[in-house]
């Protein structure tokens, strides 16, 4: 079995060589191209603060502001990704996919800042 470490440095190589593919595929397309990086780089950032507070000690500083960068990092994917798709539907699908993606913003706020935890 391989170690967490090694599962790791093959998740970011797998998702660097997907995107790699990506911008190779977009062919000269900058909107898509700066979507794929800008994906690339919250990908990576969201990861980095989902690191920070798991190592953060409970109910220090570093665990809420790693907390504040997992809701912005996962906000902006879910709209990033929302409008994206919902560019590609009919206005009706569309207009489900941003309640859709609305609702899963305001229920990470909630579940990361409002509900109670196993921090206490």
């Known amino acids: 079995m391989a170690s967490p470490a090694?599962?790791?440095?093959?998740?970011?190589?797998?998702?660097?060589?997907?995107t790699a593919l990506a911008i190779r595929r977009s062919r000269g397309d900058v909107g898509a191209t700066?979507?794929?990086?800008?994906?690339?780089?919250?990908?990576?950032?969201?990861?980095?603060?989902?690191?920070?507070?798991?190592?953060?000690?409970?109910?220090?500083?570093?665990r809420d502001q790693a907390k504040v960068g997992v809701w912005l990092t996962t906000t902006l994917l879910t709209a990033m990704f929302s409008w994206r798709v919902s560019a590609l539907m009919p206005w009706p699908v569309s207009a489900g996919v941003c309640l859709m993606g609305g609702s899963t913003v305001i229920g990470g706020s909630y579940a990361l800042f409002l509900a109670p935890n196993g921090d206490e």
Request: overall charge positive.
């Open 6 to 18: 090694t599962a790791t440095a093959l998740g970011f190589l797998f998702l660097t060589a997907n």
């Open 34 to 62: 700066i979507f794929v990086i800008v994906s690339y780089a919250s990908l990576v950032l969201l990861f980095y603060c989902l690191r920070r507070f798991e190592t953060a000690p409970p109910r220090s500083a570093a």
